[in-house]
Structures are given as C-alpha cells and as structure tokens.
C-alpha cells in the first residue's frame, strides 16, 4: 500500500534562451568542448554491475560523422539474462518501498538535471544527436525534468483516488506495480522521451529493462547515471543497449515480461504487438502494451488563413531538428487562392535557414540521425526529381561528405494521394497539395483518408465556422490537434501527447493516464463488524 504525501506541485521547467553572453550559454559550450575531446565507453548496466561483451559499436556525431563520441558494449545473451534476472530480482523490494521513497528519486533526479547535470545532457543530445542548443534545451532539460515532477503529482492523484465506504466497512484501492519486468524501447530524437519511457513505470513501482537507440546511447547512458546519483537502486531500472532484434527476441519470450513501453516506427510495433500475441500461453499474465509510433503529420489552411503564421508554423513544424520529429508537419493542404504569398514567404524564411554543426549557435539546422536515414530521405528526394507531378519548390540538396546533411526541402504535388503525402519520411521534407478553394468540404475528407497514422494535425483559419467544420471533421484524425499553431512542441501537463490509428495506444505521455497503464488495482473491502449468522432479517415467519 502506498500513502499520498503531499507533493511539491509541479511546474513547467523554465526554457533558457542561450542568447550572447548569457552564462548557460557559456556553460554549454565548455561541456560540448569537453565532450567533443573524449570518447566515453558505455557499458550494458544490470543490478548495477557494469558487464562489457567486447563488441563495440560507435556513437558519431551526425554532423561530423567522423567523430566518435563512444564506444557503446553490446549485450550478448549473458548481458539480456543479467538484466531480467536483476530486475526480477528488485521487483518486490522496490514495489514494497513507500511512494514517497520513490517519488524522492525521481524528484532528485529532476533538481540534478535543472541545476548541474543540465549542460552535460544537452551537450550530449547536442553531440550525439545534432539538435540545436534550443532543440536540446526544450528536449533533455525541460521536457525530461517535466516528466519526472510532473508525474510524480499524477502517480500521487493516482494513489489518492480511492472508493467510498459503507458504515462499518472501509474500502480502499491497493495500485499495485504489475508483475514481472517492463521492457522500456526508447528511440533517438527526443533524449526526454529515452528518460521517460523506463522512469513512469518504475515510479509506480515496477522494474524495467531498457533498451536505448544506438544512436542516442550517449545522451541516455548520461540520464541512467543521474539517476544512479539520485538513489535508484540497482536493478530497478536496467541499461541494456545492442542489437534490438536479439534483445526482443529474448525478452518477448521472458515469462515474466509484463509490458512494454514503445517509442518507434510502426512496423516493428506491429512485429511486437504479434509476437507478444503469439507467446500468451507462456507468460504469468497478460503484458500491457504501450506504444507511440509513426505519423504523417498534417496542416490544412483555410482561404481565412493568417499567411504569415501560417508560413511561420510550416517552417518551424517542417525543419526544426530535421524534421525527425515524429510530430513534425509532412503534408500541407493549402488553398490557390492564398498558395502564391505563402510560398513566397515560406522560400525567403528557408533561403536564411543555415544548416551545419549545431556548435554553432547559428545554425537553425543540424544533420540527420545517420547513414540509413540520410539515403531513404535523400532517396526520396531522388525519385520525386523523376517523378512527373512534382516540384522542388525549394531545397532539395544532399551532403553526406562530413554529415548527414539534408536541405530544408519543400515540394508541391498534384497527386493527393501522391507517395510523399503519404508515407512517413522522417526528415526536413515538407509536401504541398494545393486545392481548389471552393474545395475545402472535400479536402477535409482528403486529409482525414489519405494517412493510416492519426498522431498531430494543424489547422490555420481565423474564420471560425470553418475552424468549427474541421474540427468535426478531423476529430479522429490527430491525437493533438493545433488551431493556429504548428502540430509539433507538446508541452508535459500541458498537451499530453499520443495518437490513435496506426500511430500507437494514444495512452498520452506526460498525463496521468500512461501511469494508469503501469499499475494492476487491487481492490480491498475490511469489514470491522462482520454478520454472526446466514439468516437474512427477511427469512423471518410472518
């Protein structure tokens, strides 16, 4: 049983400007000179003993792909039988210690990465992951110590919840950690969402197993030992990075695997989702499944629309980091009648965007993730040249020589339904259909129809009929839904984020409802003068 103490109330993590001579700014350049000049070894992490297999897989900066930053050691089948035996092993301990116990580790966690350990993780999602010093802030700072105080407060809602109670009996609600391991997969572009994935669960009290993306193993190799720092005990949550298909082959076949928590593509949700389906009869329960995965995110203007902000969120949405965002703005709808003034303006914003190492403050753009993502987008933009129909409006260039380098791309096609407006590309592409305005009734239809994913969508229009018409007929089609504003920048307690369709569970991350996923309630009923007999008054004789 857990107690609800009172907990700080949480709020959103100041965002540091990192302007000319502002201290952070200073901090953060000397943490990306001192990351830069060394090449850290990253072990795999089980009930808190460092094990090193001897296969070794580097960690680049995509930007400048010759650079390693670390040599990450691959779990082999010893590593993946350590990291369940462990957590298995710390389950009951750690679901035995008092809420409050729990909440303090994470609450820590939170200050540590506020105040001392802050430059460190944006330096090496910076690194590591080419974002920005703005697109790190918002991501490995804020959004990470968002989701360790923010959700303290809900696991604390949580436990509050309890029923009512009759005279002479008292009713309570025992939320107890699930049994088992929960298998934490986390991806490579949000660094919080790498944190978040394993921290929610074991606040709840369950164990985790976690395996990090290759490509952001630095960055979260950085977070797991903050949070060592900040008391979890060994075991609780696991480090286990390597091969995925080998660690998901062993862990979906574990007994006690009891849930996994996914950020990802679709497809491997999918082979997830069946293999877990297929291995039911081996396992102690049934395993909650939790998962965000792809999106084509869409913007629609109307002929109301604000030209400028309009452009505005297109830009921001499209490129900012890359464009490897899976919220970020993939397919635009917008009316003839306003198409002209928007892409003029859209072409003289993207002719100033700089693109290089995101050492430099000036760069609006970084490279993408690596060598795989860099040949499917730069394929992409190979075909669309060929492809008669569409246009490069601007960008379109590639660079591979020292970085991933994609241009900001925008393209205009006069297919709907062309390949571009539908499948995910996961890079700074943006494609344009541009529709009749008399149209619009039909093109809510389109965009509704055209994707498989349902994960973010923008609506621009200051008239507000035309607001009220897409709103009703686009309900299902995002789990967040802009008005006016780019579909990308979900704020923890703010906008919690997910989707439906193809594009995951929508058990919303950064609310109280992905904690809900992570507990099995047990209901209690303590009767404190119970019945000495079987007869019911009614049974009396007349």
């Avoid at 929960?182 to 919080?192: D, R």
């Avoid at 069946?274 to 329960?285: A, I, M, Q, S």
């Avoid at 928007?342 to 050492?359: K, S």
Wanted: aromatic letters at 10%; charged letters at 20%.
């Amino acid at each position: 049983m857990s107690s609800t103490p009172n907990i700080p109330i949480p709020r959103n993590e100041p965002v540091l400007g990192y302007a000319p001579g502002a201290p952070e700014r200073e901090t953060l350049k000397a943490a990306l000179a001192l990351m830069s000049a060394e090449q850290l070894e990253i072990p795999v992490v089980a009930g808190g003993r460092e094990l090193r297999s001897g296969t070794l897989v580097d960690v680049v900066s995509p930007h400048a792909h010759q650079r390693v930053l670390a040599r990450v050691h691959q779990a082999d089948a010893g590593g993946i039988r350590a990291a369940v035996d462990a957590a298995v092993a710390a389950q009951r301990e750690w679901a035995s210690w008092r809420f409050e116990d729990r909440a303090a580790v994470f609450l820590k966690a939170a200050e540590l990465l506020a105040s001392s350990h802050r430059a460190i993780l944006n330096a090496a999602t910076m690194l590591g992951q080419s974002k920005t010093a703005f697109q790190a802030e918002i991501d490995s700072a804020c959004e990470l110590i968002d989701f360790l105080r923010f959700n303290v407060a809900y696991a604390e809602q949580i436990y509050r919840e309890q029923p009512g109670s009759s005279p002479g009996v008292w009713n309570r609600m025992d939320h107890r950690p699930l049994e088992g391991f929960v298998y934490a997969i986390t991806p490579f572009n949000f660094t919080a969402i790498g944190g978040n994935l394993p921290t929610a669960p074991a606040l709840m009290g369950n164990t985790v197993v976690w395996k990090p993306a290759a490509t952001a193993a630095l960055s979260n190799y950085h977070f797991f030992r903050l949070l060592e720092e900040a008391g979890l005990p060994p075991g609780v949550i696991n480090f286990l990075p390597g091969n995925a298909v080998d660690i998901s082959d062993a862990l979906l076949a574990e007994r006690m695997l009891a849930g996994i928590h996914f950020t990802g593509s679709t497809p491997v949700f999918h082979s997830l989702w069946k293999t877990v389906g297929g291995n039911l009869d081996r396992y102690h329960g049934y395993p909650r499944l939790v998962g965000e995965t792809g999106g084509k995110d869409f913007v629609l203007a109307h002929a109301s629309a604000d030209v400028d902000a309009l452009a505005a969120g297109l830009v921001r949405g499209a490129f900012e980091y890359q464009g490897q965002k899976c919220s970020a703005a993939s397919r635009a709808y917008i009316p003839d009648s306003i198409w002209p003034a928007v892409m003029q303006r859209m072409t003289d914003m993207m002719a100033t965007i700089r693109v290089g190492d995101v050492a430099d403050f000036r760069n609006f753009m970084g490279a993408v993730i690596d060598a795989r993502a860099f040949r499917k987008i730069s394929g992409y933009l190979e075909r669309a040249r060929q492809d008669a129909g569409v246009s490069i409006v601007a960008g379109g260039g590639a660079d591979d020589s020292e970085g991933w380098f994609i241009e900001p791309t925008l393209l205009q096609v006069e297919d709907p339904r062309y390949r571009l407006m539908c499948e995910e590309i996961f890079g700074p592409v943006l494609t344009v259909y541009v529709y009749p305005e008399r149209r619009w009734a039909e093109t809510l239809t389109l965009v509704d129809e055209t994707s498989p994913y349902a994960l973010t969508g923008a609506v621009f229009a200051q008239d507000r009929a035309a607001l009220v018409e897409a709103d009703r007929a686009l309900r299902n089609a995002a789990g967040n839904y802009y008005v006016n504003d780019k579909p990308t920048g979900a704020v923890v307690g703010q906008q919690p984020f997910g989707g439906a369709r193809a594009s995951g569970t929508n058990d919303k991350a950064g609310s109280i409802l992905n904690l809900l996923r992570w507990v099995s309630p047990r209901s209690i009923k303590e009767t404190f003068a119970p019945p000495k007999d079987y007869r019911y008054p009614f049974m009396g004789a007349e």
